[in-house]
């Protein structure tokens, strides 16, 4: 498996604290993604990152904000955590044009 | 916008049956086709890709994808499928291109094998 750590793997939070999730890597990918998981969604794009500093949004990015200030490191900050929140959040990346790699996942419940 | 659509949401099989989940993918460019496989409680594993040349890839524990392009579809198939097959497949599309940063994911067909 590629060198992807997601810290933590599990987080039990109150609504409307904020939360932030930590992607770790070690094979120098360029690419950075955060997903988010749901039964009957699949995997959904929250963010992605094309280089240091370099971020855009996917498809359900509100709510949610990234950084990525070395490119080791993607975080992800839930400003102030919803119900609707609650979900495994997977982070992956991507060397140029290769395969995805995905980290084990974090399991956030929101109450 | 790339999307890719999985047909089937969940698919139950006995052992040895042949097996065939449906994927057809929007964008209308040179992609990147993927599938990938989630064991119960575990994450993303890539199973099989396309990136050019023989449309037919093979990939790891006996899968098998036909990307016909005319179609936009990418199938994936084994032939006898067994128990520990048991699993949740996702198809995923990357644009090839310049900028081919966004993979983008079905929502994923979970297949329950009976022994």
């Known amino acids: 498996d590629a060198g992807i750590t997601q810290s933590p793997r599990h987080k039990v939070t109150e609504t409307g604290t904020p939360v932030t999730l930590r992607c770790h890597q070690t094979?120098?990918?360029?690419?950075m993604y955060w997903y988010r998981q749901d039964p009957g969604h699949g995997l959904r794009l929250i963010h992605y990152s094309y280089g240091v500093k370099d971020t855009d949004k996917g498809e359900v990015s509100d709510g949610y904000s990234v950084s990525r200030s070395k490119t080791e490191d993607f975080l992800l900050t839930l400003e102030s955590a919803t119900s609707s929140q609650t979900s495994v959040y997977f982070c992956a990346t991507k060397p140029g044009t290769g395969d995805a790699f995905f980290g084990q996942g974090t399991r956030l419940t929101v109450v | 916008a790339q999307s890719v659509s999985q047909h089937n949401h969940h698919v139950i099989l006995s052992e040895a049956a042949s097996l065939e989940l449906g994927c057809n993918y929007s964008y209308g460019g040179t992609v990147n086709l993927f599938w990938y496989v989630q064991y119960p409680g575990q994450h993303l594993q890539l199973l099989l890709k396309y990136f050019s040349g023989d449309p037919l890839v093979k990939g790891i524990k006996g899968f098998e994808a036909e990307f016909i392009k005319s179609k936009f579809s990418f199938n994936l198939r084994k032939p006898s499928v067994q128990w520990s097959d048991t699993a949740e497949y996702f198809c995923a599309v990357t644009d090839s291109g310049a900028g081919s940063y966004q993979l983008t994911f079905g929502k994923g067909t979970k297949l329950s094998v009976i022994p």
């Open positions: 094979e120098n990918h360029r690419y």
